[in-house]
Structures are given as structure tokens and as C-alpha cells.
């Protein structure tokens, strides 16, 4: 075997100076490590915009805003909170102009805080911070070598609320109701009762809503926003139909901010054609942006989507399958699928868990990725819903093939069930920065995740590369992505570990252990390392 080079790994508090000196190696989408955060509830950056619109009405527990901001994402990425977890990509809910009203769907008020009720795609919502504050997260979070993904809701506007009225019916269904037993009656169809559906299977042309006009005209952009808008009409050729106005609108973050991709809602929801166009809008926007922005531009990666499609897991291959037909979304805009498998699959053992994913990516999917997760906003089924496996499920998820999704308060242990909150409200809770303050064992499980994190961060090769089983007992592996190459021992002894190394390193070098930070030297064929852990995370000196 060829002798392969390894960057140095990080120590657990590394700086971002250190993360920055690291980057040697390119960021490529397939080995990201993702951190998923809930706008309003991550961090409160600025008290003062709390309340917007007159949203006063008393909500449900945690079903109104919290108060997390934008601004709060600034300061986390100014203290390198990111940075220390290894992340390099961060996915946030959607911050544009929510419906300024409340439902009461018989469980209480809700706001949409959680930025899925869209009522204009071109503001941001006061409450989740200014187009200045969008400027500035991405240019600071680009600085330190993290990707922004922002969220795309094109399916269903906002619901209907005393102060917010329906869009026009050449825009929205509001009936029937999906059964999602079918292709048509999983795409033709509204998700929920009073969430009007866009028609997005539509090319008519359609006049904008009435609303948006009169709205635009009060806030003075008028003039601007029509402009725009026949800019974009004439240089795509594309109709003026609903789902092509809220794609350009969607872009234009890309072509101002040069946001880094977008994590795509409900996408079984719509025809597939749907997202093959936006894709090609969201390029366009991002070639524009670094033409405009040359000293700007991070790389040469292109504008990254990853479908949530429900439902769907890396079993799957490349096709969801309604019953009635099999869609291939990879073959329409997207780059990488969420596994919905992987909390399932968290179960197994780590080798039969690592072996299956690394083959299926390195076949079935080559090209293609998925991006695995433990907890989400809206999976009320987590693997680890009571925090009593976090150290496994930080490793699990970390070390997995394919691009690793961090939700908020995973590293710290967050509380999943709150008390009076009702269905998803309580995966949703304010992130627990008192404890990461405070708590000797939130502390302790926050380290396990920095140092996975920066492994995975330095080493495409951990997501990305090709996984194969050195020992079994003990468990050793190696993940090779072209001349990036990790060595990683897992539920291991403390104290003396040995290892053959033949064939991976030769004699002589140095290694250097992620998780202790220890140094070894390579004698007679062998690793030999004396830690208090059950770790090993070996990379090259």
C-alpha cells in the first residue's frame, strides 16, 4: 500500500487558528459535519427584537418565539463554539418573514417560530434578525471555514390567521388533504389541514397575490422587488408560475449572501422536476455571487441541497418508492438525501454499521451521499430520546459514513422532554447553555464531541472515505479517501493498546491520538498507546 500522508490531528480545545491551519485538506459536502440548530431557540444575540407584529398572544408551551436570533449565532460563531466542535457547516430553520398571526389548532397558540409558516420569502422575520445580520453570520462563519445552509420551504405557505390571509387560488390548494398512499395524493394535496398547498405541479402564469403588492408598497420596494423579478423571468425564460416566484426568491440569499446551500423541506410534496429547477436557480445565483464576490469565493464546490424526504433511508438506494411510483431525487437537483435509517441503524454494532454505509456510498450512491441524524425538530422518535446513551450516539453519528448532522444541544445533552409540551414542541427546547456553563458532565460529553468533531472536520476521509476493518477484537479501522487516512480504535481497554499497523504505516512515524493527544512513534510494525480511554483516534504526524 502506498505511503499516505495524514494531516495532524487537533487537541480538544483547538482555536479556530488551528482549525483554519488544517484546512489543507478540501472541504468536500460528502464528509461534512453538519450542526442543525432552531433559529429562535439556539441563542438570544438581541433582546430588542423579541416581539414583532404584535405577538403578544400567550402560546402553547415552547410553541411561541423564545427570543433566538440570528445575532445569537454571530456570538457562538465569534467563540468559536463552532469551530471547537469541529463543525463546518451549519443548517439553520428559515429566517424569512413568518405569518403574524397564531393557530390554534386545539393544543394552544402557535407561532411560527420555527420558520416553516412562510408569509413573505423576501424579508427576514424581525424576529430572527436583519438582512445585515444575515451578511455579516455568513461572511464571520465563511472566515472560519464553516458552510451557512439555509432552509427552503417552496411547498406550502404559512397557515391562515385572522391577520393573515389565504393566497390567491392560482397560487394555493387548501383542500384536499394528503393520505399519502399514492404519488398524487402525497404531492396534489395539503400536508395538514390549513397549511395551504402551493401549486407547484403548475407552469400558468399568475399574477402576484394582491397582498404581497399592497404589502411591498407600504414597505417601499415595490419598484424594486418588480424589477428584480422581471430581471430573473427574462434571463431564465422560465413562466411566471407560483413555484419559479418563491425559487428566484429563494436564490437571491445565494446571489447577495453567498449562502452555501439549502437543506430542502417536504420535498416528496411536489413533483420531482420541482427541485431539478431549483438546484439550477440556486447555481446560477451562487456563479453569479462568486463572479460578483471573487475574493469571496471558498472553493469550487457547487451550490449543495440535501432533500428531506420523509421517510427515506440509505436502504433505499437511490429510489422512494409511493407504492404507485419510484422517484430518484439524486437524478433532480440533489446531492445528498436525510437518512431517515440511521436512528434505526445506530442499534447495530459499530463495524456492522460502518461497513454497510461505507459500502452502499462507495457503490449504490457513489457520487451521491446522505446525511445521517440521531434527533430532529420533528422526529419524535430519537435514538437516544432520554440522554442515556449520548457518549454512543456522539461516536455513532460522528464516525458514520456519510455527512454527520449535529441538532443543537446533541453535544450537551439537552432536555427532550419537557414538561407540558405537546408532540415536537418538546424536541425543541431552548438550547441548555447553563449547563454547558455549569455541568462537570455536560462538559465531559461536549469534549467527546469536539474531538470527533475535529477528527471529521480535518479528515474527509471519516465521512468520505472508504471504511475497512483492521481487527475485530479489538476493533480497529481505517478510513481512506485519497491520500487523507485515519487509523480509529473503538471500545477499547484503558490503559496499554497495541495495534499492528503493516501496510497502513511504516515504520518510523509518528502518530498522534485525537482523543488523548498523545504521541507515538511506529516500532516493529505496531501502534503502541497508554490512555485512560476507550478511544483511539489516530492521524499522521
Not at 407561532?111 to 445585515?132: I, S, V
Not at 393566497?167 to 398512499?181: A, I
Not at 445533552?413 to 418538546?426: N, S
Request: proline share 4%; net charge negative; charged share 25%.
Amino acid at each position: 500500500m502506498k505511503k499516505i500522508f495524514i494531516l495532524a490531528g487537533l487537541s480538544l480545545l483547538a482555536s479556530c487558528g488551528s482549525l483554519q491551519h488544517s484546512s489543507k485538506k478540501p472541504f468536500i459536502w460528502d464528509g461534512a459535519n453538519m450542526y442543525f440548530l432552531l433559529t429562535d431557540r439556539f441563542a438570544n444575540g438581541d433582546p430588542t427584537n423579541d416581539v414583532n407584529f404584535g405577538r403578544t398572544e400567550k402560546a402553547a408551551v415552547l410553541r411561541g418565539f423564545e427570543g433566538g436570533d440570528l445575532r445569537g449565532i454571530i456570538q457562538k460563531i465569534d467563540s468559536n463554539y463552532f469551530s471547537d466542535l469541529g463543525i463546518n457547516a451549519i443548517w439553520m430553520t428559515p429566517v424569512v418573514e413568518q405569518i403574524h398571526g397564531a393557530t390554534d389548532e386545539g393544543t394552544g397558540k402557535t407561532y411560527g417560530f420555527h420558520g416553516y409558516w412562510a408569509k413573505d420569502w423576501t424579508n427576514l422575520d424581525p424576529n430572527f434578525g436583519t438582512k445585515a445580520d444575515l451578511k455579516e453570520l455568513v461572511e464571520k462563519a465563511h472566515a472560519k471555514g464553516i458552510r451557512i445552509v439555509l432552509d427552503a420551504v417552496i411547498n406550502h405557505t404559512g397557515p391562515v390567521t385572522e391577520i393573515d390571509p389565504v393566497y390567491p387560488n392560482s397560487w394555493v390548494r387548501t383542500s384536499p388533504q394528503c393520505k399519502y398512499s399514492n404519488f398524487e395524493n402525497t404531492t396534489a394535496c395539503t400536508l395538514v389541514a390549513n397549511l395551504p398547498d402551493v401549486l407547484t405541479e403548475s407552469d400558468l402564469p399568475s399574477e402576484l397575490p394582491q397582498m404581497l403588492v399592497e404589502k411591498w408598497k407600504k414597505e417601499g420596494k415595490y419598484e424594486a422587488e418588480m424589477k428584480s423579478l422581471n430581471v430573473f423571468f427574462a434571463r431564465t425564460g422560465y413562466p411566471k408560475a407560483p413555484k419559479y416566484y418563491i425559487m428566484k426568491w429563494l436564490a437571491d440569499y445565494v446571489e447577495e449572501f453567498g449562502i452555501d446551500g439549502y437543506r430542502v423541506d417536504t420535498v416528496k410534496h411536489t413533483n420531482e422536476d420541482v427541485w431539478k429547477d431549483f438546484q439550477k436557480v440556486c447555481q446560477e445565483a451562487f456563479d453569479i455571487y462568486k463572479r460578483n464576490n471573487p475574493s469571496k469565493v471558498l472553493d469550487n464546490n457547487l451550490f449543495f441541497t440535501v432533500g428531506e424526504v420523509y421517510g427515506y433511508g440509505i436502504s433505499q438506494k437511490q429510489n422512494y418508492d409511493f407504492g404507485d411510483k419510484k422517484v430518484n431525487y439524486y437524478q433532480n437537483g440533489f446531492k445528498s438525501l436525510i437518512n431517515f435509517d440511521f436512528k434505526g441503524d445506530a442499534n447495530k454494532s459499530y463495524e456492522e454499521l460502518f461497513s454497510n454505509y461505507s459500502k452502499i456510498l462507495h457503490s449504490d450512491l457513489n457520487g451521491k451521499t446522505v446525511m445521517n441524524y440521531l434527533t430532529s425538530h420533528d422526529d419524535g422518535w430519537p435514538f437516544d430520546k432520554d440522554r442515556k446513551k449520548t457518549f454512543e450516539a456522539g461516536t455513532k453519528l460522528l464516525l458514520a459514513p456519510g455527512i454527520s448532522q449535529v441538532y443543537y444541544g446533541d453535544e450537551t445533552a439537552r432536555d427532550l422532554t419537557i414538561e407540558g409540551a405537546e408532540g415536537d414542541a418538546t424536541l425543541r427546547s431552548n438550547m441548555n447553555w447553563n449547563d454547558v456553563a455549569n455541568n462537570a458532565e455536560t462538559k465531559k460529553l461536549l469534549m467527546h464531541y469536539q474531538k470527533l468533531g475535529k477528527l471529521r472536520a480535518n479528515h474527509p476521509a471519516v465521512g468520505a472515505g472508504v471504511h475497512q476493518m483492521i481487527s475485530s477484537s479489538p476493533y480497529w479501522f481505517t478510513r481512506i479517501l485519497n491520500t487523507d487516512k485515519v487509523l480509529i480504535g473503538l471500545d477499547l481497554n484503558p490503559g496499554i493498546k497495541v495495534v499492528s499497523v503493516e501496510g497502513i504505516f511504516e515504520n518510523g512515524t509518528k502518530l498522534r491520538d485525537g482523543y488523548s493527544g498523545k504521541t507515538v512513534k511506529i516500532e516493529n510494525g505496531k501502534a503502541i498507546i497508554d490512555t485512560e480511554f476507550s478511544l483511539v483516534l489516530f492521524e499522521q504526524i
